[in-house]
């Protein structure tokens, strides 16, 4: 079965400092890892996929497969990026349907 | 552009009554899928869709049934209402099968049954 867990529930950070939110992954082939992003008031939104290996809003991640892990990071966080973000999975193959497992999900808080 | 449009937003149910969510694309998807998400959890699939006439099972199907009639439509319908079915829904398209496809979201529908 696959799994993705995200331990902090809420991470608050000011303004300028770096941000690296956690996600670990369980799963036995070989995984599609995506963070997504809801900010206030807006839909759930694609941030960013680990196969594109792109800088998203200076947002980067980087598949551990030795540790199981796609964390999330920022070299500087910034207001805007208060959100709440999700780490997903994806096991499907060509052809089958994309079915995303999602983590629980880590509120971030960047203040002044 | 609209994406994926659901309705309704919000809704309160009384135990045992049924309803029909809504769920709409206009990006000529044919992948279409059924999320809930409870509270401090993650979403989770209920069901999905890979085309007009077919659909399957995710991880949560009980209690709900679902009909893909056209490619832009994927209703979701609660036969008997019951507490447990409390939760956001969201409905998701994408373009294609495949892991690494972006899914494309509504904004959710707030369900609570009473």
């Known amino acids: 079965a696959q799994r993705v867990t995200q331990p902090e529930k809420l991470l608050s950070v000011f303004k300028g400092a770096p941000v690296e939110l956690k996600c670990n992954y369980s799963y036995s082939g070989s995984p599609e890892l995506f963070w997504y992003v809801q900010y206030s008031r807006q839909r759930l939104q694609l941030l960013l996929r680990?196969?594109s290996r792109e800088s998203i809003k200076g947002f980067t991640a980087d598949l551990n497969k030795g540790e199981t892990s796609f964390h999330l990071k920022k070299p500087f966080a910034q207001e805007e990026d208060s959100a709440m973000y999700y780490c997903?999975?994806?096991?499907?193959?060509?052809?089958?349907?994309?079915?995303?497992?999602f983590g629980t999900g880590t509120r971030l808080q960047v203040t002044l | 552009n609209a994406g994926v449009t659901q309705t309704p937003k919000f809704r309160i149910l009384k135990i045992g009554q049924s309803m029909t969510l809504q769920c709409t694309q206009d990006m000529n998807h044919n992948y279409m899928y059924w999320y809930r998400q409870d509270p401090g959890m993650g979403l989770k699939l209920i069901y999905y869709s890979v085309g007009a006439g077919i659909t399957d099972k995710g991880e949560v199907p009980n209690g709900y049934n679902v009909s893909r009639s056209t490619t832009e439509d994927f209703p979701l319908r609660l036969e008997l209402a019951a507490p447990s079915q409390t939760s956001v829904y969201f409905c998701?398209?994408?373009?294609?099968?495949?892991?690494?496809?972006?899914?494309?979201f509504g904004q959710g529908t707030r369900l609570t049954v009473v």
């Open positions: 998701a398209s994408s373009i294609q099968g495949g892991g690494n496809t972006e899914a494309f």
């Open positions: 680990h196969i």
């Open positions: 997903a999975l994806s096991g499907g193959n060509t052809g089958t349907a994309s079915k995303l497992t």
